[in-house]
């Protein structure tokens, strides 16, 4: 919840001045890594730039779906454990 986001200095600033996503490692991550969607995407640039969006969301919403990344890494390392002896003598 530390991470250095494109937010205002305090949250009046951020409801009334709004975010700079473009400026943001949540958002980057959001970008490159853990959205696939283009238009939840665009929802969030655009409700950051309006101050609608708040930074502690935007993390909280990382948060999850970093989780269910990693809980899907998991199953497949598992999975890949039984199909490896197909493929390596052990």
């Known amino acids: 919840m530390s991470a250095k986001t494109g937010g205002a200095v305090s949250l009046a600033e951020q409801k009334k001045c709004g975010g700079k996503p473009d400026e943001c490692v949540v958002y980057e991550l959001f970008l490159y890594h853990l959205m696939k969607d283009d238009g939840e995407l665009e929802e969030i640039y655009n409700k950051c730039k309006s101050g609608e969006q708040m930074c502690g969301n935007c993390k909280k919403h990382a948060v999850e779906l970093i ?7 998991n199953e497949k390392r598992e999975s890949a454990k039984e199909k490896i002896k197909d493929y390596v003598d052990l």
């Open 67 to 73: 989780s269910i990344f990693l809980e899907d890494l």
